[in-house]
């Protein structure tokens, strides 16, 4: 979650366009424990702004399951790059929360497991272009791992180990509850933390672009504020974190105003 960072960013966006000098910020959510509050407020020499920050989930727990998923498997990609074949990719990807009920001293004999079914099934993989032995997937439950994984061949990425997880089912329909839940709770906030005079903001961030695109997640997003009484925020922002230092901002909602194009930053 990069909430500080991204609230900060955009402070200073649009500290920028706005021509305004920050006079003053803080983080009220943490100095006011006792009652509900804002994750961001800062003040400009023309206006007081209020930010709520919002990591979507696109399925239940997974914030926790990308920890427990880079934890335990991330070393994956670089202890087994150039270590097979060089005119193509592997790609190794889990089910959803496969590690959710699995304690944490057990997870390394997983992985040790996973590690020796690869190094004995990866060399039976071919290219599906090869006429002869083209077995290019293997779906099955290694030997000491309490779940199924897929072994695959692709072209491109030549000598890359990939790894993945499975999308799950009903992803969009989740997605949408998840954003409803989180829009009206957090307009409520904003309203109160903003006054008569302020001017609030609703930035929502998605770091896992395989789950989703901001065309679908913009949709929900401006459904929802439709829907939304007297609550509706000025602003609303969209921010993709899924690539380390290329950020990218989409605008949803501008000064009250849908922004039908999505107006796009980046890097931001």
């Known amino acids: 979650m990069n909430e500080k960072i991204l609230c900060k960013k955009i402070r200073d966006l649009i500290c920028r366009e706005r021509d305004e000098k920050l006079i003053s910020y803080g983080i009220p959510d943490v100095i006011n424990r006792n009652t509900p509050d804002v994750d961001y407020k800062f003040t400009t020499d023309k206006n007081i702004y209020v930010i709520e920050h919002t990591l979507i989930e696109s ?37 959803i929360n496969s590690l959710k009920k699995i304690q944490s001293k057990r997870r390394n004999n997983i992985l040790q497991s996973l590690k020796k079914w690869i190094l004995n099934n990866a060399p039976r993989l071919r290219s599906p272009s090869m006429k002869i032995n083209n077995l290019n997937a293997i779906d099955e439950t290694p030997p000491g791992v309490p779940f199924k994984v897929s072994l695959r061949f692709l072209p491109g990425n030549n ?12 992803l969009e329909k989740k997605r949408e509850v998840r954003i409803r839940k989180a829009i009206h709770r957090k307009s409520e906030k904003l309203k109160k933390a903003k006054g008569k005079n302020g001017i609030s903001i609703m930035a929502f ?30 602003n609303i922002y969209l921010v993709n974190t899924s690539i380390d230092n290329y950020w990218v901002l989409y605008r949803i909602v501008e000064n009250g105003i849908n922004c039908k194009y999505f107006n796009r930053i980046e890097p931001f």
């Open 159 to 170: 000598g890359k180990f990939l790894i993945g997880r499975f999308s799950p089912d009903n």
């Open 59 to 95: 399925f239940e727990y997974q914030i926790q399951d990308d920890e427990d998923f880079s934890s335990t498997f991330s070393d994956l990609q670089t202890e087994f790059e150039d270590k097979f074949r060089k005119d193509g990719c592997y790609l190794l990807i889990f089910p």
């Open 205 to 234: 961030e998605y770091d896992d672009i395989s789950l989703g695109n901001y065309v679908e997640i913009s949709s929900i997003i401006l459904k929802e504020y439709d829907n939304l009484p007297d609550l509706k925020p000025d």
